[in-house]
């Protein structure tokens, strides 16, 4: 399959999406934030994933207009977080300020909530008034996602974003969505934030054959099946590493092996319990200085 760092996924609206992003969940404001998102960008990424509760939309606004690279290149996803449910424009529209941007590429609901259907009445008339080009749901499950088709819109929402990775692969729902020409999107690709699979010795086993790491190999089984993957990266190597995944087609063979890997353990929130989750328990949004 020839891919490159370029390589896109036309979205159900007909918005060209890149395979390959950033993940800035827990990037630190500042300079671990504007460090990463520029050598991101130096090094041939276009698609960059924050949002509001990330806390560090205005740091990525600085790298991107200091990246000098035009606004119709680049691909810049944020996110609805719970507590502005209540006024989704506003929410919206405080993230672009945030990002000095126009609009967004992609704006998603963060999690799905209690009253995630009216939210998603609004993220449509924000698209309709070009503040966002594409709009999706990012932590649904396919009870959710079919709630949000019953709505009756022409088309369904361009992305789901979830936790998808060889321990959770999430096939059900990656077949529902593709059924219904949603774009999967996956973020902790490698496994989620501190407990990598990256030692697994099915992977181990790839690694001479394909001469690429772990990390890759991973990565390269998300993107060769037209599933958008964004890991998260700080320092140089490993963001250049995570884009050198053009030199080698992992066998339809190894692609089952690693999906052979599910055990259905999701690291994150169950989106279908999340309204028992205690408010304390959310993280602080903090304006950045």
Not at 5 to 33: A, C, F, H, Q, W
Not at 67 to 75: A, K, V
Not at 190 to 207: F, K, Q, S, V, Y
Request: charged share 30%.
């Amino acid at each position: 399959m020839e891919l490159n760092i370029k390589s896109t996924v036309t979205l159900n609206n007909d918005v060209k999406m890149p395979l390959l992003g950033l993940r800035s969940y827990r990037m630190k404001s500042g300079d671990e934030t504007y460090n990463a998102v520029r050598c991101a960008l130096d090094n041939g990424y276009r698609l960059i994933d924050t949002a509001k509760i990330y806390n560090n939309e205005k740091t990525i606004g600085r790298a991107l207009r200091d990246s000098g690279i035009t606004r119709e290149d680049l691909f810049v996803t944020t996110k609805l977080w719970v507590t502005d449910f209540d006024n989704p424009r506003q929410g919206l529209l405080d993230s672009l300020k945030r990002l000095k941007l126009e609009y967004a590429d992609l704006y998603l609901i963060h999690w799905p909530k209690k009253g995630f259907e009216k939210v998603y009445d609004e993220l449509v008339k924000l698209q309709s008034e070009g503040l966002c080009r594409a709009i999706g749901l990012c932590n649904f499950n396919i009870e959710q996602v079919q709630r949000i088709l019953n709505l009756g819109y022409e088309l369904p929402p361009q992305v789901n974003q979830t936790e998808i990775h060889p321990l959770n692969t999430e096939n059900e729902l990656i077949n529902f969505c593709r059924r219904n020409k949603i774009t999967m999107e996956a973020y902790s690709p490698l496994g989620a934030e501190g407990r990598l699979i990256l030692d697994d010795p099915r992977l181990i086993g790839m690694r001479d054959y394909y001469k690429a790491t772990s990390s890759q190999i991973l990565l390269r089984w998300c993107i060769q099946r037209g599933i958008v993957a964004i890991p998260k990266a700080v320092t140089e190597d490993k963001i250049i590493q995570n884009s050198d995944l053009y030199s080698f087609d992992i066998t339809t063979s190894d692609l089952e092996t690693i999906s052979d890997m599910n055990c259905n353990d999701r690291r994150n929130y169950d989106p279908s319990r999340i309204d028992e989750r205690a408010e304390y328990l959310y993280p602080k949004f903090l304006e950045e200085i």
